[in-house]
């Protein structure tokens, strides 16, 4: 004769086979860039400073005016915003 089961058993045997098995999964850290160091800036090398006093290192542009600075190229000067150029004279 077959045995008789009780509910409460067929319901622990349901139970059991429906919950899984928690694992716990270990959260790694995100890799993190390294940071870069900055620059200060071309515009340090710009100007001089000198008793208190500040100089340019380089010439300015005539048709752009005072901070456009021109760009020096071997034998001429150019300005890079408004394209005046000026070649140097070799004496």
Do not use: Q
Request: net charge negative; charged share 50%.
């Amino acid at each position: 004769m077959p045995e008789e089961i009780s509910l409460e058993e067929i319901e622990e045997e349901e139970a059991e086979e429906e919950e899984p098995e928690e694992v716990e999964e270990e959260e790694t850290p995100e890799p993190t860039k390294p940071k870069k160091k900055r620059d200060k800036g071309k515009k340090y090398e710009l100007y001089e400073v000198k008793d208190g006093e500040v100089n340019r290192l380089k010439k300015a542009c005539p048709r752009c005016g005072p901070g456009i600075f021109m760009a020096d190229h071997g034998e001429r000067l150019a300005c890079g915003k408004c394209g005046y150029t000026e070649f140097k004279t070799t004496e």
